[in-house]
């Protein structure tokens, strides 16, 4: 009873270029071009997290990726991380970030940007869980 989850899922065709996902209630994900512009993938449909309403239904989406563009995935203990000053790192943080890191490799970044959210908190206990997973479609 009063159980639920947030939960981002999405399939990525390699021969049409065309991803399909559907968001329930989880932050949206980080999209950058092939010039490296990051921005928040435009979710349309605001579904719910999973475990509100049994009868609920779920609506995807989908959009097309060229080659050389990255998405990044991550929980809210990402843009919820807090430093001593209880101030969070944010959404726009993100961004700006990914921004100025869009040339390094995936695993590179994520690295980085871990590293980025340790050095914000400044010692200040992590608060909730933080999981990130990057990826680049290259389909040359």
Aim: proline share 3%.
């Amino acid at each position: 009873m009063g159980m639920f989850v947030t939960m981002f899922i999405c399939m990525y065709d390699l021969k049409q270029g065309r991803i399909e996902y559907c968001n329930a209630g989880h932050n949206p994900p980080i999209i950058g071009n092939a010039d490296g512009q990051f921005s928040f993938l435009d979710v349309k449909e605001s579904n719910a997290p999973i475990g509100l309403w049994p009868d609920l239904e779920y609506v995807g989406e989908e959009m097309d990726l060229t080659d050389n563009s990255m998405m990044l995935l991550y929980t809210d203990g990402l843009n919820e991380a807090e430093n001593r000053q209880q101030e969070q790192y944010g959404e726009e943080r993100i961004i700006q970030f990914m921004n100025s890191h869009a040339s390094q490799s995936t695993r590179d970044i994520i690295e980085a940007l871990k590293a980025d959210t340790d050095q914000f908190r400044d010692g200040a206990e992590q608060n909730d869980d933080l999981t990130m997973l990057a990826f680049r479609i290259t389909r040359s």
